[in-house]
């Protein structure tokens, strides 16, 4: 009977086995290696159970008032002398504050942006003791009424704002740069608010002291690209003055980490002025972005880390505003194979705006003869075929096309 019993476990192995060992033997084994893999498994170390910690949701928020006084209320608690009172406050106003109905009330009603600006002076200034994160939590106050159009002007207006936020990326202070790097961001989004940041050279000037302070520094917040652009787009000039012009390029020469994004962009504002197109022609621009298009053939893995090219828009749109000038037109001759790099991003998928900026070179450098004469005979056809992916495309390509083909009627 007992060994009847011992034929039911491992099976399996009993069948293969039967021959040669016994059931209650195959067993044996079985259990030895399995005390065996036990100990070692209970060898391991474990990380300690820790209990969760108990959430503070409701401790950092105010009590609300129903409707139309829940805004009053918070109002009314900002002023309070009570540390956690006021902490309260301010973390709801940043959920409160989301509705845009909220914030224009507030703006126009509560006058919200000089209380928070005082509170967030005194703490920046240390006449007041940070006991929470109220900095942090103001920034991101400020961060919501930026995108009103009447908060983002008050901001604006308020120089000492402008220099605390400025204060924050030089200091590169974590978690805080990049909310102040949006704030600036959604001032100069709106083109009215960016006249009024204008008016102020010195808000340019401590962006440019910002960025030459470590030029090698690989990435910057995302947002403060955005908000150079901004102001390049309307005053390249000044930036050149500011010495942008040699700072930028030295990135793309040396190919820092994602030169060609953001950082090419700028770059590329900056050729929209005569003295910006005269310094392009000095060092040579044609040959540096024929380069960058070249590097495509050496392989990922011998190039360090964010090198490698993933998107050709803002090369195509620098190689763009650098032909304007004779000298450029001239040098562009001599790299004719940077029209087939040009004219193969056109087909690109999902960017409409690298397309139609292909679209556009293509049409610039067709200004000389004989680059013309070499899109007529190796990329007419591909044009005429060409799948457009905005309308605004469509339409420089039908007038390139429309182009290229009054020239073969006019010599035929």
Known sequence: MWEQLEGYRNLYLQKEIKDVMKSSAVNCLQSKEFDTFRKKRDCCVRFQQQCAKSSTYFQD?????????????LMKEIDSDVNLTHWRAIVSLTEYLLNPQNVQR??????????????????????????????ETYLRLFNIISRNLN???????????????????????????????????NLTGKPKVLGIVLSDAENLGSIATFLKTDPCKPLYPPDLWHHLCHMLEVVPEQGIELGLFQLLHSRIVNRLAKFWEMNCKAFALLLRCSEGQRLFDDVDGIKMIFEIFEERRIAKEKKLQHQQ????????????????????????????????????????????????????????????????RYIIGNWLE???????????AECARD?????????IADNS
């Open 106 to 135: 507030a703006v126009l009603e509560m006058d919200i942006v000089r209380k928070l600006k005082n509170a967030f002076m005194r703490m920046r200034l240390k006449f007041h003791e940070e006991h929470y994160e109220e900095i």
């Open 399 to 407: 007038s390139l096309l429309d182009w290229l083909r009054r020239d």
């Open 61 to 73: 928020r105010a009590q609300l008032a129903y409707g139309f006084w829940a805004l009053p209320k």
């Open 151 to 185: 908060g983002a002007e008050q901001i604006a207006n308020r120089k000492c704002l402008m220099i605390e936020f400025y204060k924050i990326l030089k200091d590169m202070e974590p978690r805080k740069e990049d909310l102040a790097a949006e704030i600036l961001r």
């Open 309 to 372: 090219v993933l998107n050709y828009e803002y090369v195509v749109l620098a190689l763009l505003n650098g032909l304007h000038s004779k000298r450029a037109l001239w040098r562009m001759r001599e790299f004719t194979l940077l029209i087939c790099h040009v004219g193969r991003a056109m087909y690109t998928r999902k960017n409409a705006r690298l397309q139609l900026y292909c679209l556009e070179a293509l049409r610039a450098m067709g200004v000389m003869p004989c680059n013309k």
């Open 382 to 392: 591909d044009i005429s075929r060409l799948v457009c992916y905005s309308a605004e």
